[in-house]
């Protein structure tokens, strides 16, 4: 049996088709065009899966990837960064018109079954993804499982408290760690300090060679942050790898003075959990989705 994932993004869907032992028999992209509506995104996915399909020549699993997680009680679709899919029944839809069954799940979740099997985390047992990126959440696997838990929010780290009536985060509750260490959060600090506006990229690449007050403030408040909230999940999990993906997955201090600080709050005399950057990218997603069960 063959594998078709989709990674069902905000500007893009991709699609790969996958044979029985994870080979790439094709791979295709696609506009997602979210401002044509749920119908218009549904019918693109549709259409990439009956491509694929038809390539295969075999019968196909499918799995699809999504930010957002699906409602267990009613089926719809929350807190996806495609507006247009907020509270629609996303998996019951696709598999009306496919018919056939599917697999669904978060972005965050396929990035760690993707890194487990294929990437930087496929020789341990024990994997915590972590992503960092415009948010901030994480999927377990276990011995080549996701791991949901009995709410299905298991590594959810994003939304565990930082900071009690902290800032305020779109869940409703105040500060979540996505309200410290997502981009567009850190970028705000960023303004609200130097009274700047610049991309996370161009305040790294601009000051951390060159650093002034602003900067080393900044950072160090960064990287305490990074390093409790981090911390707390390994003392918790006591994963055998954490892999970090999403744009901040790139920064070079966090696997220096980043790590250092996570191994200085870990809750053991032995403090050696490695941590480590992705291998698969932004590719992560449409793998993760091809290797849903």
């Known amino acids: 049996m063959n594998r078709i994932g989709i990674d069902l993004g905000g500007t893009k869907i991709e699609g790969i088709l996958l044979s029985n032992d994870n080979k790439i ?15 218009f995104i ?16 075999k019968e196909c699993q499918i799995g699809i990837c999504t930010p957002g997680a699906l409602d267990m009680k009613t089926g719809i679709l929350k807190n996806s960064n495609t507006i247009c899919l907020i509270g629609k ?3 019951e839809d696709l598999e009306k018109k496919l018919n056939c069954s599917i697999a669904i799940d978060n972005d965050a979740n396929c990035f760690a079954m993707a890194e487990a099997l294929l990437g930087s985390g496929k020789n341990y047992d024990i994997i915590f993804g972590v992503i960092m990126g415009t ?4 999927g377990l696997v276990l011995n080549r499982e996701i791991h949901h838990g009995r709410l ?3 590594g959810e780290w994003g939304h565990q408290i930082l900071y009690p009536n902290g800032r305020e985060c ?14 567009p959060a850190l970028e705000k600090e960023w303004k609200k300090n130097s009274n ?4 996370l990229e161009k305040i790294i690449e601009l000051y951390d060679t060159q650093p002034n007050n602003h900067y080393v403030k900044w950072k160090n408040e960064f990287l305490s942050n990074f390093a409790i909230a981090l911390s707390n999940v390994i003392n918790i999990i006591d994963p055998d ?4 993906g999403g744009g901040l997955s790139n920064i070079d201090f966090l696997y220096n003075e980043g790590i250092s600080l996570i191994h200085s709050n870990i809750f053991s005399n032995k403090k050696d959990t490695p941590i480590i950057p992705n291998a698969l990218g932004d590719s992560a997603g449409v793998f993760g989705a091809a290797l849903l069960n």
């Open 135 to 138: 948010g901030v959440g994480g």
């Open 241 to 244: 790898v954490v892999v970090l």
């Open 170 to 183: 779109y869940c409703s509750k105040k500060g979540c760690v996505e309200t410290y260490l997502s981009g």
């Open 89 to 91: 029944p996303i998996k």
């Open 25 to 39: 028999i094709e791979r295709k992209r696609i506009l997602t065009r979210q401002e044509k509506g749920y119908e």
């Open 196 to 199: 700047e506006s610049l991309p």
């Open 152 to 154: 299905f929010i298991a």
């Open 42 to 57: 549904i019918d693109r996915v549709v259409q990439l899966i009956n491509n694929m399909k038809s390539i295969s020549k």
